[in-house]
């Protein structure tokens, strides 16, 4: 079968010329697993630590090899009592035509269920890691009260948007800040915040001024998809207590030298809590995210863009994109 | 009457040259305040937030002005029905020969109990502020739980020291870093802690190696007064889950440009949760932390050290000394 494999480790900048489509073993389920075919593979920033010198969340992928990501397909093959032929799953699966998954290990894999599921692409965004990374990162770890101001980064977003619209939906003030004018401008007339920040060109301190300016009463959670300059201008306007949720620094995956951060004396100043999470953390809590989130998304009240790509030769241009601000939704890879 | 007035606003490495003694007019106490003779003045290192152009915990001195500072003394004169002439007191007070303190807005105002207190210094010490810090820091921010490793910064400071005996005296292992042999010894001779690391001329990389060679396990807490370097090795060396307590930032307070923070992805990769906290808000529960650190103190299982300087004109001289490496423990002014 065909699989997208890693054909060099970048060093700054990921580009397509750091992936190649080769030919590889076809895959057989062992007891316990199932054989899946693939129909969507999630392009996902987190992956970029696995794929360079950094150490991540696993062990680094190496040369030769293909990478492993989040993928949504039908099962074609069962070994395992709980999956049948024909069922549509989530699994953490190659980046290639087919995978195996051993569900009892894999906290990321769940059986999609008619009663809750939206189109299928959705159980890899809105109703996946994305969507869920947004509803526990922003209710369980920070937990905001309605009337709080949430500021959100990478808001234009996957993750992001769906951030800010559970903000929204909990009766919260919602702030985005996204990278230029048009995303910005998507914030408020698509995504529905209160107010939108255009980063691209501002200073520290130039951000700083602009999220002070768009929430007069202070910022109560940051929901920090991107760390670096916009975590640093974030501390600087917390209120006493405030939360800052980090599900992700993707302004540094692809840099050797973070910045300098000037303001964590905050943390100290005004007693805040900053807290890192997994979304995998909470795998007995998925069923229920998923329904909430396709409630919110039939009605309405939660809308996402998707930006999808065909065919595995698209895998690595695409990942690239994650990067240099040009996605316009959840990516992915359809097979 | 006498006292210590900022004399500029340093910027970069504060001396004894920044602080003058003037005579400044005789405080008179008004309805529901208490005149106080202060016997002991506390110099604390988040003091120095005040003083340059940095803002922090509240408005910065203006040069001219007496600085505020920590104080236990004698009420001299009462028109508060609590207080009553004798009555000895900490309070928030002027570096000044008196002061006038109002009991019911200042959170770090307490009568001092004949059944709870030890001597009337540690009072600004190891039963004040700084043990305090410490116990709310780790008991309550961090929760360690007994058989956990903590790593304490500053560990032979006057918070440190506190910091890595009650996680001992609360079953866990415990491990410091100091500044220089002489301290680093101090640590595991004096204060128990079951190991130590000097950080003088240690590279980040380095810091980071010397960490993990004593903490075979990892860190499941990290007590920090120190910031920059300190705590990026630290959150390099973190565990799932992982919990560090920022109280202070004694690293950054001199200096302009903070370092580059590498590790800070850590945050994400292992779900830590970074907390700051001000001692202050623990105001109604201090009788019991006074309480349980005085029993402590007595049975010997809590130790610690003051550094004493005597008279107004030592102020300066004794504040700089809290920078640059030579405090030996709890640093007060004897008047």
């Known amino acids: 079968m065909r699989a997208v494999i890693l054909a060099s480790h970048p060093h700054g900048p990921v580009s397509a010329a750091h992936f190649e489509v080769r030919d590889v073993p076809t895959l057989e389920a062992q007891e316990g697993q199932i054989l899946v075919r693939n129909m969507f593979l999630s392009l996902d920033p987190g992956v970029r630590v696995l794929l360079g010198a950094q150490e991540g969340y696993i062990a680094p992928i190496l040369v030769g090899d293909p990478l492993v990501t989040l993928a949504m ?8 009592l709980g999956f049948q032929v024909g ?4 699994g953490r699966g190659l980046t290639a035509e087919s995978s195996v998954i051993t569900p009892d290990v894999d906290p990321m894999c ?10 299928p692409s959705n159980s890899l965004g809105i109703q996946g890691a994305a969507g869920m990374t947004a509803y526990f990162g922003l209710l369980d770890v920070a937990k905001p009260q309605p009337g709080e101001t949430v500021l959100v980064s990478g808001a234009a977003g996957a993750v992001g948007s769906a951030a800010g619209q559970i903000a929204k939906i909990h009766g919260c003030r919602a702030v985005g800040i996204a990278g230029g004018p048009v995303k910005a401008k998507r914030l408020t007339k698509e995504f529905g915040f209160d107010a939108a920040i255009d980063y691209q060109g501002l200073s520290l301190a130039e951000l700083t001024a602009a999220v002070k300016a768009v929430c007069p009463d202070g910022v109560d959670v ?3 998809n991107v760390g670096g300059t916009q975590l640093d201008a974030a501390l600087d306007c917390m209120n006493w207590k405030g939360r800052v949720t980090t599900c992700g620094m993707i302004s540094q995956y692809n840099t050797q030298v973070p910045p300098a951060m000037h303001n964590l004396f905050q943390v100290v100043a005004n007693a805040l809590r900053i807290e890192g999470f997994l979304v995998h953390t909470y795998a007995d809590q998925f069923d229920g ?4 989130l396709g ?8 809308v996402f863009r998707e930006d999808i790509v065909e065919g595995l030769d698209s895998f690595g241009g695409g990942f690239a994109r994650l990067f240099d601000g040009s996605a316009q939704g959840k990516m992915l890879v359809k097979l």
Do not use: C, N, P, Y
């Open 73 to 80: 397909g039908e099962v074609t093959e069962s070994r395992h």
């Open 87 to 90: 069922d549509l799953i989530v």
């Open 110 to 119: 769940w059986k999609l269920d008619q009663a809750t599921m939206t189109a």
């Open 222 to 224: 940051f929901f920090d």
């Open 289 to 292: 995210a998923i329904a909430a």
């Open 295 to 302: 409630e919110w998304v039939r009605d309405g009240r939660l």
